[in-house]
């Protein structure tokens, strides 16, 4: 968010639209107490898919991170630390040392592959959701009648500073700081034996939640999807395939939560191959397939309510994900209310730790 609004891409455009629209009308003349609560709830959910989207860019890219001088000496003890107990190897570490050690008295530096690096990812994105989410818990717990407009601006631009570099590195260094390292459990060995084709669905049930609510304004298009691939397409199954289609999952969600329910759909109408081990363990092949165009489009003309629903919770899922774990599965009550205007918050529930793994 700037001062002049929040800046939209593709997948947080109806968000952002949201949140202008409520930021309009909290800070009009005949504005009220509520007005202010649904532009600072509204804020939230933008902040929290934002940074999802920050973290998945920059996952994507592998993009070079540029680190003030300010945090020159920290960075090196931040990355070969990070590097050094997330599976890097002694090459990597030695590497890493050697390269910040020469620049200590310069103005800035250049890491790749340690706050970003998809060995360290999921862990440094499961802290700084879990302090979002903390921030918006706290913020909800102390809104008073008398809330208004600015008391919102100021409570959401604190939200935001979260998900920045410099926050992140802090927090990273405080969470090595104080980290008790954990042996790898076997879970996560098991989720990776799909491949980079491939996904499992066996192992211990993931963290779930309920599927988002579309609204009823698009019955039309749940009723083609329907008739495309099948009568029984349930809400997590939809929620599955947008989530494949357009929020670029990475394989270990491919593995999990996707193939679970990819598993369910009729063989000629499904992006997967169901195969099984002799073992018994069920795995996915993911494909193109005949429909996927067609899928894609359908989904593409869900409203932008419905869209932002689908981001949200996608966004939640990853945030509420186990750690070492897969993401959690749509299809399944979780604890509290969805995510929302109904939540009072950004909904997304907190990660208890973050697993340090031991080379």
Known sequence: MT?????????????????????????????????????????????????????????TTQRWVIVASDYVAAAGTLATSILALTHAGAAAVSATALGTSTVLAGASIYTKDFLFASENMDSVRTLTMNAL???????????????????????????????TLPHIATMVRSAIKNAKPEQSSSTETDNQTGGSAGGTAGGPTPPTQAPAQLVKGDAPVTASL??????????????????????????????????????????????????????????????????????????????????????????QARAIAATGGAAGTPGTPKTGGPIGEKSGGSGHQPSTHINVDIL
């Open 3 to 59: 001062a002049s609004g929040p800046m939209t891409d593709g997948r947080t455009g109806a968000l952002a639209d949201n949140f202008n629209n409520y930021s309009k009308k909290a800070f009009a003349d005949d504005a009220t107490n509520e007005d202010a609560r649904k532009m600072l709830r509204s804020g939230f959910s933008l902040i929290v898919a934002s940074c999802d989207d920050y973290f998945r860019s920059a996952g």
């Open 133 to 163: 989410h903390e921030h918006q818990k706290l913020v909800n717990a102390t809104v008073t009648d008398n809330l208004d407009a600015n008391d919102a601006v100021t409570a959401i631009l604190d939200d935001q500073v979260i998900c």
């Open 226 to 315: 329907k008739k495309l691939i099948s009568p029984d397409l349930s809400p997590a199954q939809t929620e599955a395939l947008y989530w494949l289609l357009f929020m670029e999952p990475t394989q270990q969600e491919k593995d999990g939560p996707i193939c679970a329910q990819m598993l369910t759909l009729p063989p000629n109408n499904s992006p997967v191959i169901k195969t099984q081990s002799p073992q018994g363990k069920v795995t996915c092949t993911y494909r193109p397939w005949s429909n996927q165009q067609s899928v894609k489009d359908l989904l593409d003309k869900l409203s932008p309510a419905s869209r932002s629903a689908l981001v949200q919770n996608i966004a």
